[in-house]
């Protein structure tokens, strides 16, 4: 079992920044994709971003060009790096880590809260 646990979330301001951190217990983690997942108030869980176990990463297109996605696989640990945060970023963020194949190793931590606003 995999153990994910979330940190870094917080009150920042409009145009502000700030760093989640996601350190996942277990072995042969470097194969697993990581990801960050978002959910706003009566909205659906979306995702922020993924990064594979060879780096290559991919944004959902409202944070293009400002957040970025990193992985520490001797830490077995995904790192979400947010600037120029809006408003609509406010949301619970949530980190995933998935087996790229085995459908059943899918692991989600409990979230982290992100508010920006003034």
């Known amino acids: 079992q995999v153990q994910v646990v979330e940190s870094g979330g917080g009150l920042v301001q409009p145009g502000g920044s700030l760093r989640l951190s996601c350190a996942a217990s277990?072995?042969?983690?470097?194969?697993?994709?990581m990801g960050w997942y978002r959910q706003a108030p009566g909205k659906q869980r979306e995702l922020v971003a993924t990064?594979?176990?060879?780096?290559?990463?991919a944004y959902a297109d409202s944070v293009k060009g400002r957040f970025t996605i990193s992985r520490d696989n001797a830490k077995n640990t995904v790192y979400l790096q947010m600037n120029s945060l809006k408003p609509e970023d406010t949301a619970i963020y949530y980190c995933?880590?998935?087996?790229?194949?085995?459908?059943?190793?899918?692991?989600w931590g409990q979230g982290t809260q992100v508010t920006v606003s003034s």
């Open positions: 990064i594979t176990g060879v780096s290559s990463t």
């Open positions: 277990g072995n042969f983690l470097d194969i697993y994709v």
């Open positions: 995933n880590i998935r087996h790229p194949r085995l459908r059943d190793n899918d692991y």
